[in-house]
């Protein structure tokens, strides 16, 4: 028991190890030549296409279901018509960062983790190496970069999957049309709501895109240990992606950044 | 030529490489044979500048691998080709795009300098009618070809084989086999092959060295190598024998 109990904690530590190391190498080889403008290209490509879909779809739940809240809360307390500014608040300044932030994770991070580590079992990234081709600079910077570069796209196609999903709901289900919706969101929502909530979204995707590469990268061992390791990714990222909406959530209602 | 003098490698808790000494000469193509997890590919790897040995020294055309700075060592890189176990093809690559990455990434040649060396490349492993292939859609020995291309496309002077019939079958590894004769005999590359495979070493070796225990037990000729009493015929032909008859007396 002991022995199974510090071989975890040795590949716990070596995940940490590895994901810290990525950090490092991402920003010393970031700015040395050649720039892969090519890789940068596809993956942002490969990105868009795979994570459209997934955070589409979780836009239209998400729109249903903070409406539906909002819409039953405000039907109690006699406020129904502010049912509209209570969930495209909540919709756009928390719930889709944070949950398209772990869509993200659990759909981009783990093909990230699963891809590098293969690459890393077959030899390809020895290949790299002694191709004069530095692996951190050809594979882990693009996806990266695309990842800063698509979330927040993707979180913009979220939120009008979001916004359309919940007043199709607020209209049906609670009888408030579109104007009188629409009205009462404008009231309560700020430019900076938004700015700050992509801002969020871009530092998501660059812890997860690190840490799902650095994991690949470092990965040592089997299929077991791939599978093992991938789980790690998925576990990491979605601690990692709770912890930076709390610091960020602290920060601005220390320094008010959204309220502006 | 390659010189490796008292090199010492190994992994936390598990040595693997004691103290490896052995010249690879020019020209000539030498063959390291010895058990499967012996640390034959990892000295490959050492070599390579891949994995960094605790001890010992590694020359190449007499400049020091062990602990070179990271420009010198792209540089002795560029005079090595490897092919790995499995091939290692990109898998997001067609058979051209694979072979001709080095030449691309380094934008070491004009577009149309890179699309004949490919296709020369391709012709000379018998892959020419490939070229659009995936490598998800090719079998293992054709992996290996292509491999082979791509590593000879800079046109190094040492190609390293990491067991190169590894898991093939007979007449795939016939075809590989009969792919470094040949490119022994046109290239006049200094080969390194690293293997447990007797038909391949008898068919391609000018010497063999023996692998136990980390370090090089033997080294010889190929025709002092199979004659008896040598310690790679001992190797070879009497291990053979005892496990078959050992095998044969349990049946």
């Not at chain 1, 903070?66 to 006699?78: H, I």
């Not at chain 2, 090199?7 to 598990?14: A, I, N, S």
């Not at chain 2, 500048?49 to 605790?54: C, F, H, N, S």
């Not at chain 2, 290996?144 to 795939?172: N, Q």
Request: aromatic share 10%; net charge neutral; with cysteine.
């Amino acid at each position: 028991m002991s022995h199974a109990k510090s071989e975890a904690v040795q590949e716990w530590k070596h995940a940490g190890a590895s994901t810290a190391s990525m950090y490092a190498n991402f920003f010393f080889w970031l700015f040395r030549e050649p720039f892969p403008t090519r890789q940068l290209g596809q993956q942002i490509t490969r990105v868009m296409l795979e994570g459209f879909g997934i955070l589409a779809v979780a836009g239209v739940v998400e729109g249903a279901m903070f409406a539906w809240l909002a819409g039953w809360y405000g039907t109690k307390f006699s406020v129904v018509n502010w049912a509209g500014a209570a969930s495209l608040y909540l919709l756009l300044s928390a719930a889709t960062t944070l949950i398209g932030a772990m869509m993200f994770a659990a759909k981009i991070g783990t093909a990230f983790t699963v891809e590098i580590g293969s690459m890393q079992m077959s030899g390809q990234l020895d290949a790299l190496r002694l191709m004069a081709v530095e692996p951190t600079q050809y594979i882990v910077i693009p996806r990266v970069l695309a990842s800063i570069l698509s979330l927040p796209i993707l979180k913009a196609i979220s939120d009008i999957c979001a916004i359309g999903s919940a007043i199709v709901l607020a209209r049906l289900w609670f009888d408030i049309s579109v104007p009188v919706f629409l009205q009462h969101a404008l009231l309560v929502l700020r430019h900076t709501i938004l700015t700050t909530s992509y801002i969020r979204c871009a530092l998501h995707a660059f812890f997860i895109a690190i840490n799902a590469c650095g994991l690949g990268f470092h990965f040592q061992g089997g299929a077991i240990e791939l599978g093992r390791t991938t789980t790690k990714s998925i576990v990491i990222n979605l601690i990692c992606v709770l912890v930076i909406d709390t610091i960020y959530g602290v920060m601005d209602s220390v320094f008010g950044w959204s309220t502006l | 030529m390659i010189s490796a003098r008292g090199v010492r490698f190994g992994f936390p808790g598990r040595p693997v490489l004691e103290d490896i000494t052995i010249d690879i000469e020019e020209s000539l193509t030498t063959v390291v044979v010895g058990r499967s997890g012996i640390g034959k590919s990892v000295f490959l790897k050492c070599i390579t500048g891949l994995l960094r040995p605790q001890a010992g020294s590694i020359t190449i055309d007499g400049e020091e691998v062990v602990g070179a700075a990271r420009g010198q060592l792209l540089a002795i890189r560029r005079r090595i080709g490897m092919l790995f176990q499995e091939g290692a093809l990109f898998d997001s690559m067609s058979v051209y795009e694979n072979v001709a990455f080095p030449l691309m990434y380094h934008k070491s040649a004009s577009g149309k300098e890179i699309d004949r060396r490919v296709r020369a490349y391709l012709d000379l492993v018998g892959m020419l009618e490939y070229t659009h292939a995936m490598p998800r859609e090719l079998s293992g020995g054709m992996k290996r070809k292509v491999a082979v291309a791509r590593a000879m496309i800079l046109e190094p002077r040492y190609l390293l084989y990491d067991e190169p019939t590894a898991g093939l079958d007979p007449a795939s590894a016939a075809v590989v086999e009969s792919m470094i004769r040949r490119l022994q005999r046109e290239g006049a590359i200094t080969s390194l092959v690293v293997t447990h495979d007797i038909d391949l070493t008898r068919y391609i070796a000018d010497r063999i060295a023996l692998m136990e225990e980390g370090r090089i037990t033997a080294h010889a000729g190929r025709e002092d190598a199979f004659e008896e009493p040598s310690a790679i015929y001992e190797h070879f032909i009497e291990n053979r024998e005892r496990i078959r008859a050992e095998n044969g007396n349990q049946g």
